[in-house]
């Protein structure tokens, strides 16, 4: 019988916000602003609507984007 093997594709990230941090993300366009340039950066399936706090939830499939997303929402 062979090996089963498996490969890590994405990664699951949540990034706690300040309340101020949630607001300026909310109040910026989705479509616009956030969207573009969070696929720049190489995440999607974003969301942050406040049902599970101020926090932003994405995937990834390379943890270097994490920072890159930190960057991004410290400049707003």
């Known amino acids: ?10 990664y699951g990230i949540k990034i706690d ?15 616009d602003t956030v969207l ?8 999607y399936n974003i969301e942050y609507d406040g049902h599970f706090g101020y926090s932003i939830f994405f995937r990834t499939e390379n943890l270097e984007c994490v ?6 929402i410290e400049k707003m």
Do not use: R, T, Y
Request: no cysteine.
């Open 1 to 10: 019988m062979k090996n089963v093997e498996f490969k890590i594709v994405d």
């Open 17 to 31: 916000l300040s309340v101020s941090q949630f607001n300026k993300l909310i109040e910026i366009s989705f479509i």
């Open 36 to 43: 573009p340039a969070m696929e720049k950066i190489g995440v």
């Open 67 to 72: 920072k890159h997303v930190k960057k991004f």
